[in-house]
């Protein structure tokens, strides 16, 4: 197994013991690119390389479980804008918490120094992909 098949299995655990266990694990990265801010709609499906289709059906699914809210965007006639709902960033905390277990478990193995130094490749890693 993978690590990142294991802590995705960790997520998935963790979400299953709570009232957001009936959302699919797709749905939840869409959520999570969110990062507590409000987005365009239109910018998910680039930000995330999903089709619109996609993008539009995962904010559907979501929208309809309470974690998000749609409103028309005031600078566009066209786009619509995406946010976080209470429910939503119920759900935020309890993932927020999980990830910080795994980031204590990987110091326990790799210590601090060597965690950060992971940290700090993974994002350079992430910003030369987004190019």
Known sequence: MSLISHWNTRMDAARAETEFADIRPADMNVFANLRGRSVRLSAIHKEMSFSRQAAQQAVDRLVKHGMLEVTPDPNSKRDKLVSITEKGHRWR??????????????????????????????????????K
């Open 93 to 130: 905390s309890i993932a927020a918490d999980q990830i910080r277990q795994i980031e204590t478990e990987i110091a326990e193995v790799i210590g601090d120094d060597a965690k950060e130094a992971l940290r700090s490749a993974l994002a350079s890693l992430l910003q030369a992909t987004q």
